[in-house]
């Protein structure tokens, strides 16, 4: 009785927690984006532009200028879709509550790597997060290891700052 009470009192901050965990999880992969395309000679702006082409188009993917319409959209669908991850995350880990790093970290690269292939695998094209359009295979397997970086380390921060375990 007494395990069912602590899981019921950390419920209701699981959803907060998402919102944390999906902030600090979308702010690394947007830094992952920003640099690879960096590095792939591509504007730093052009893959969280290319998210908004589900409203834009493909034509999204060229736009490289911060504006309202591409960047701060783009961002804000990128959030949303990082917390929509962070839940099942969050959910998972007040359930099995790893113990170690180590077992948070497999359990954000499972998620990411469930993410990934919903993304590309499932999600009609007009939907998914547009990287494609600007960026190699190679450097979206490396956003999506820095989202699930982003994932373990926001699990930290909401743990810290929620109080949920």
Same mark, same amino acid.
């Given at each position: !009785?007494?395990? +069912?009470? =602590?899981?019921?009192?950390?419920?209701? /901050?699981?959803?907060? &927690? /998402? @919102?944390?965990?999906?902030?600090?999880?979308?702010?690394?992969?947007?830094?992952?984006? %920003?640099?690879? %395309? $960096?590095?792939?000679?591509?504007?730093?702006?052009?893959?969280? =532009?290319?998210?908004?082409?589900?409203?834009?188009?493909?034509? %999204? /993917?060229? +736009?490289?200028?911060?504006?309202? &319409?591409?960047?701060?959209?783009?961002?804000?669908?990128?959030?949303?879709? %990082? @917390?929509?991850?962070? *839940?099942?995350?969050?959910?998972?880990?007040? +359930?099995?509550?790893?113990?170690?790093? #180590?077992?948070?970290?497999?359990?954000?690269? !499972?998620?990411?790597?469930?993410?990934?292939?919903?993304?590309?695998? @499932?999600?009609? $094209?007009?939907?998914?997060? #547009?990287?494609?359009?600007?960026?190699?295979?190679? &450097?979206?397997?490396?956003?999506? /290891?820095?989202?699930?970086?982003? *994932?373990?380390?926001?699990?930290?921060?909401?743990?810290?700052?929620?109080?949920? +375990?």
């Amino acid at each position: !009785m007494e395990m +069912r009470t =602590n899981r019921n009192r950390d419920r209701p /901050a699981l959803p907060v &927690s /998402a @919102v944390v965990t999906g902030a600090v999880a979308s702010l690394a992969s947007v830094a992952a984006l %920003a640099l690879l %395309a $960096k590095a792939e000679g591509k504007g730093p702006l052009q893959p969280i =532009n290319a998210t908004s082409h589900w409203l834009h188009g493909e034509k %999204a /993917a060229g +736009r490289d200028e911060l504006d309202a &319409s591409h960047t701060l959209l783009g961002f804000a669908t990128h959030y949303a879709s %990082a @917390v929509f991850w962070a *839940l099942p995350f969050e959910f998972w880990r007040a +359930r099995h509550r790893p113990s170690t790093a #180590g077992t948070l970290l497999r359990g954000a690269c !499972m998620t990411s790597a469930v993410a990934a292939a919903i993304d590309y695998g @499932v999600t009609p $094209k007009r939907f998914t997060p #547009g990287w494609e359009l600007v960026l190699s295979k190679r &450097s979206m397997v490396v956003t999506y /290891a820095a989202l699930a970086l982003g *994932l373990a380390a926001g699990a930290k921060l909401a743990q810290a700052v929620v109080g949920c +375990r």
